[in-house]
């Protein structure tokens, strides 16, 4: 059994508690928090398992990582921390542990990354022996493995589109949401997810990797953002209220130029509230959000992905995935070695041994 903490115990961390009590290959032994109510908790309460653990989380961050435990998943927000977050998973690489996380977005396609990110974690890889995978969602699966491997089934491929269309109202991160992305605030306010370059920080690698993967040069990477106001104010379950007259809603493509052309295309269509930009794409059965990939070519191949967790909460859906991918390459990880891995290295695999099975 591999001897896996699991750090945080948010939106991701709960869910990866969850994920690591199904492997059959992973043991957790340690749960961090950074919040003074959950120490002491059981692991099992925290990651919402109807059972405990005998796992009780901690805020002693030396104390865990000097037991030498063989995997860390990293599931701490690096959005709005993105130095802290590099510290702690580096502090982590350098105690020989595989560290998997959806944390920073520049390493997800670490070849690309800049110096600032990428090496830190080479220099701990070398150190320490432990080693790194980053990815998630959007950006992760849904721009990297799934539409290379749905690439597969084509005779001709003329263009690559992948969506995320979803309801920020069920996204359990007010912050982020409201500042980061801008949702609630004026329309002369320039949110930070929306600043040039930062689309491309964020997803440029998604685009490289395919690109890579693909055989094709890429000329350049484009952005383009629309924004749309809301008409009324509205009163979300979740987030609260949102007025008349701030963002509602945000478009934006992150473009893949191929011999002058946008070939590979990763596009967000993002609301608060379903009212706003309603000509815009939304999910296939009108629910609250989908992941989508669209091959133009011959044939023309359209896949959509629908996930649920949480009550049938489609944000927790996606996120579980995101964690379903990261925990469940930890033991390839082990067996692979010291490195720095991406999403063309780790493969994704069968759920082996987890098919019926309940692990209590």
């Known amino acids: 059994m591999i001897s896996t903490v699991v750090w945080g115990t948010g939106n991701v961390g709960r869910l990866a508690i969850r994920a690591v009590e199904a492997h059959p290959a992973l043991k957790l032994v340690a749960v961090i928090v950074?919040?003074?109510?959950?120490?002491?908790?059981?692991?099992?309460?925290?990651?919402?398992?109807?059972?405990?653990?005998?796992?009780?989380?901690?805020?002693?961050?030396?104390?865990?990582?000097?037991?030498r435990p063989q995997a860390v998943v990293y599931a701490a927000s690096g959005d709005t921390r993105p130095d802290d977050a590099l510290a702690d998973i580096t502090r982590a690489i350098r105690a020989g542990a595989v560290v998997v996380s959806p944390a920073l977005y520049p390493l997800y396609d670490h070849r690309g990354a800049p110096p600032e990110f990428r090496d830190p974690v080479a220099a701990a890889v070398a150190e320490g022996g432990g080693s790194l995978f980053a990815s998630g969602v959007d950006p992760g699966w849904g721009n990297d493995v799934l539409p290379l491997l749905l690439s597969g089934l084509g005779s001709t491929i003329d263009a690559i589109r992948c969506q995320e269309i979803f309801d920020y109202s069920t996204y359990d991160q007010p912050d982020s949401v409201r500042y980061l992305v801008g949702m609630g605030q004026p329309m002369d306010f320039e949110p930070m997810m929306l600043m040039p370059s930062v689309p491309t920080m964020v997803w440029g690698g998604q685009i490289r990797m395919m690109a890579r993967a693909l055989g094709v040069e890429l000329d350049e990477i484009r952005e383009t953002v629309e924004r749309r106001a809301l008409d009324s104010t509205v009163t979300t379950r979740t987030m609260g209220e949102f007025a008349a007259g701030t963002q509602g809603a945000v478009r934006f493509e992150v473009q893949g130029i191929v011999e002058g052309e946008p070939r590979l295309v990763i596009e967000h269509i993002t609301r608060i509230h379903a009212s706003c930009a309603p000509d815009w794409p939304t999910p296939p059965d009108g629910g609250d959000g989908a992941h989508r990939v669209v091959i133009e070519g011959r044939p023309r191949i359209e896949v959509t992905v629908e996930a649920t967790d949480e009550?049938?909460?489609?944000?927790?859906?996606?996120?579980?995935?995101?964690?379903?991918?990261?925990?469940?390459?930890?033991?390839?990880?082990?067996?692979?070695?010291?490195?720095?891995y991406d999403a063309l290295d780790v493969p994704l695999r069968p759920a082996i041994g987890k098919l019926g099975r309940k692990k209590s």
């Open 34 to 67: 950074h919040h003074p109510d959950k120490i002491g908790r059981d692991a099992g309460r925290l990651g919402g398992l109807d059972h405990d653990t005998g796992v009780l989380a901690t805020d002693d961050i030396e104390a865990v990582l000097a037991a």
């Open 311 to 340: 009550g049938e909460n489609r944000s927790a859906g996606g996120n579980a995935t995101a964690v379903g991918r990261l925990v469940g390459a930890i033991d390839w990880l082990v067996e692979a070695g010291p490195g720095l």
